[in-house]
Each structure stands twice: as structure tokens, then as C-alpha cells.
């Protein structure tokens, strides 16, 4: 199966955490990273989990997940300790045409968690489709070393120079200028760029 990668805005979006332990912890973190709306569904909590709800930052619902809580979602995860929960959750998003990601069990996700490297607005995700997520991980540290934080402020500054760039000249001269900046003439940013160019 060839997987379509994309990069999803989840900002205002309801998305649905089935379960409230560790891994659940670190899934909702994410979420609320990207602005989601979340609902974690679960009868006990770690404390986090139980801080953030009580902060407002997501909704808890102390009970145990029913086919209904994915009615209306964006996406759900299912993060329990019990495969046949997660899997029940599967069906339940099946049914309702919900995109669900059930941890650990490729079988029973529409969609998979890539290893990612983020350095602000650049974010290099890594994916083997579910088979291997040791080697994603291992991926990943590499690419860390390769983009260091520089490549943060530097995809920044890049940003900056083309809203400025696509205010001024014709297409043709458009497309070299935006070219241009985005590929400095040494393979990795510096401190001081513009003389890059």
C-alpha cells in the first residue's frame, strides 16, 4: 500500500484521545501543539492529563470510550493498554468515516505517526509505513544532526524575503529571486546569511 503524505492544520479541529495514560500523554501533547479542540475519553488519567483538563486546554470525559465520542471527530487515536478496545475504537471511526490511528497496530490506523525532526517552521517527517518504527527513529536522529537549530531561523528568514519578493517583480524574475533564497550557496545556513546569496 503507497501512503499519500501530507502535513494536516488541526487548528480549531476536534480530535479524540481513547485512553488517558502515557502514550495518550504524549499523542494529546502534539495535538494541543497544533491548536486541536481535544477530548480524551478515559476513566482514570495521568496527571497531566488531569492538569490540562482541569486548565481548560482539553475536555475529559471520565468513563470508559463509546462508539458515539467519534461521531463528529477530525481524526482519533486510540491509546489504551487493551488492543481490543483500540481496535473497537477502529471500527467505530470506520463506521463513521472518521480517520483513526490505533497505536502499535498498524492494521488498524488510516493514518501512521512519522519519526519527526522540527526545527520551527521546518518539519522533516520520516515514515516506513508502520513497518519499522526503530529505523524512523534512528532516521531521525541523523537528520537532527544534519539540521541543526540554525535551520529554524533560517526557513524563517526565508519566509520574510519571499512575502517581500512576491510583492514586487514579474513572474520570471520572481521565480529566480525565490530560488535564489532558498538555496544559499554553502549546503547549510549560517548565523549571518543574506551574503550567502
Request: with cysteine; charged share 25%; hydrophobic share 40%.
Amino acid at each position: 500500500m503507497t501512503l499519500f503524505p501530507m502535513m494536516l492544520k488541526l487548528d480549531g479541529r476536534r480530535c479524540v484521545v481513547v485512553g488517558a495514560g502515557k502514550v495518550a500523554a504524549a499523542k494529546i501533547k502534539g495535538l494541543l501543539a497544533c491548536g486541536a479542540r481535544v477530548t480524551v475519553v478515559g476513566p482514570k488519567a495521568e496527571s497531566s492529563i488531569r492538569a490540562q483538563a482541569d486548565a481548560g486546554k482539553l475536555t475529559w470525559r471520565r468513563r470508559l470510550f463509546s462508539p458515539r465520542d467519534a461521531a463528529g471527530a477530525f481524526l482519533v487515536i486510540a491509546a489504551t493498554d487493551s488492543s481490543a478496545i483500540n481496535a473497537n475504537v477502529f471500527r467505530s471511526c470506520q463506521t463513521r468515516r472518521v480517520l483513526c490511528n490505533s497505536v502499535d497496530d498498524p492494521l488498524h490506523c488510516d493514518f501512521f505517526y512519522p519519526a519527526v525532526v522540527s526545527r520551527g517552521p521546518l518539519q522533516i517527517a520520516i515514515s516506513t509505513g508502520g513497518r519499522s518504527p526503530a529505523l524512523a527513529a534512528r532516521l531521525r536522529k541523523e537528520l537532527e544532526r544534519q539540521f541543526g537549530p540554525e535551520w529554524g531561523k533560517f526557513v524563517e528568514e526565508v519566509g520574510k524575503w519571499r512575502q517581500e519578493i512576491l510583492k514586487g517583480p514579474p513572474s520570471a524574475v520572481r521565480r529566480r529571486l525565490l530560488k535564489r533564497i532558498a538555496i544559499p550557496s554553502e549546503s547549510k545556513p549560517k548565523k549571518s546569511k543574506r551574503e550567502n546569496w
